[in-house]
């Protein structure tokens, strides 16, 4: 019996170092623990059988699986997972950027599978994880989508999170640039939710034209070559917007609910 509860206490440590660090290789899951690295294999293993952990696409690190990111839903999003894998890995070569599926979980955009940028520079995969939603592009397009009423309960009710001085916080120009982004399709992310973040979002829509998921493609926001007023797109910026959003339709397309 007390095997068996302290291999249940590993696998709970298993899922908050996760949460916690973000995508680990197995040896490093072992280290952290204090146990050899075929106990770690055993443990991350039934995780894995349970949904509880996945292996990244084409890697060696384990990242949180969908039972543990969902709480409503779940086949819907893990669908959206599955079919949304290889257009990220393609996405992700043709734009040489990191690339986040993210779903709203509350007031956090939590990002559900990611496909890391093999640039030196560049944003980490951080599945499990995710920043207020009003500071991230793929957060900003899924609060975009909600009713008024929701918006209201999860945002618009008080001062916002200042996570960087470009945060906003001020509920009503939240409002504003939120029915900017239902008009225009797309969101951005200047730094607002970490130094140096740029992130472009647009929506992936399921079959009856509800939006399921944000698709994002995350740099450094040096690299974007940012128009003078930060208002106008830079050239960089609609080229990406071009491929995000064809890969955005191609996702919605292959979605059966």
Not at 75 to 95: D, G, K, N, W
Not at 135 to 161: I, N, Y
Request: overall charge neutral; glycine content about 6%; aromatic content about 4%.
């Amino acid at each position: 019996m007390a095997g068996t509860l302290h291999s249940v206490a590993n696998a709970l440590d298993i899922l908050l170092l996760l949460r916690a660090r973000g995508p680990l290789r197995l040896s490093e899951i072992a280290a952290e623990l204090g146990v050899g690295t075929s106990t770690a294999h055993r443990l991350v293993a039934t995780l894995r059988d349970r949904r509880f952990v996945r292996q990244e696409t084409g890697g060696k690190r384990y990242e949180l699986g969908s039972a543990m990111l969902f709480t409503s839903s779940v086949s819907a999003i893990e669908h959206c997972v599955a079919v949304s894998e290889p257009v990220m890995q393609e996405l992700r070569r043709s734009t040489e950027e990191t690339v986040h599926l993210t779903v709203l979980r509350g007031a956090v955009c939590l990002f559900a599978a990611s496909v890391e940028s093999q640039r030196q520079v560049r944003v980490t995969s951080r599945v499990g994880q995710g920043p207020p939603a009003h500071t991230a592009a793929g957060g900003k397009v899924l609060l975009a989508a909600l009713d008024a009423e929701r918006l209201d309960e999860l945002f618009l009710a008080g001062p916002l999170t200042r996570v960087t001085p470009h945060s906003v916080t001020d509920p009503e120009l939240l409002r504003r640039e939120l029915a900017a982004v239902a008009e225009r399709g797309y969101a951005r992310n200047l730094g607002e939710s970490e130094a140096d973040m740029y992130a472009l979002a647009v929506p992936v829509h399921r079959p009856s034209g509800e939006v399921a998921c944000s698709l994002t493609v995350a740099a450094p926001l040096s690299r974007m070559a940012l128009s003078a007023d930060r208002e106008q797109l830079s050239a960089r910026e609609r080229e990406l917007l071009v491929q995000l959003t064809a890969a955005a339709t191609r996702i919605g397309s292959m979605l059966a609910f």
